[in-house]
């Protein structure tokens, strides 16, 4: 831990890796170590390196750590790649929106008064709108500020985070991808904690835990309990509704 500690640049990483040393050499278990320390661990990674300090198989689960962690990277970056095109176009259609209503229609709406001539019902109506936009922009920019800060203040809610999960596990295009991101973080995890020697109801757990999702997250905390009463883990799994039926099949073939 020291030689790591000597190799960091960032100096409070370096200081908590400095006094676990120390905690360490005195006889404390370095789960406890780090845990003190630096309380900004994962709690995956603070559960895993208990799991291998109670297993005798330390060596393992900072390897199994060091998988994790480079395979979440690559789903993290493959998930920003997945997403950027549709926002990139979302982006500059609002953008292309303000344009058109801010500077184009006003000059096209002066040419037609001049005209004096009847105009289709649907210019007309553009006309109306772009007017509106030109008066109460102001108005606007504000209802839209302050449905953003209620919208992040109900997702801070119980029952808004939980509606909020399911919402973006439903809304289409992103739905499925946020839906496999889960899944991905769930069989990754679950592996990571198993492979340390942890139990699996311990594992799921500190799972539920780690999933980025609020509604996976109550639904893997859930499976504790139904796993500890004998439940199969693959038929609870099923039941969810949610996790694709590979994932079901190859955890029951697990068990």
Sequence with gaps: IRMIAQQTVDKNLRRMLEKSADDVSQGTPMSVAFSKNYPQLPTLFIETVRAGEISGTIDRSFGTLEKYYEKTYKLQQKVKAALSYPLFVLGVAIVVLIVVMGFVMPTFTSIFKDLGADLPMITVVLISITNFFQKWWALILAVIALAIILLEVWKHSDQGRLQWAKFVLRAPAFGNINNLQACTEFATTMATLLEAGMGVDDSLD??????????????????????????????????????????????????
């Design 206 to 255: 500190v799972t539920s835990k780690c999933m980025s999702n609020a509604y996976h997250q109550d639904q893997v905390h859930s499976m504790v309990e139904q796993v500890q009463t004998g439940a199969p883990l693959g038929q609870i799994m099923k039941n969810n509704g949610y996790f694709p039926q590979v994932l079901n099949e190859m955890t029951a073939v697990g068990e």
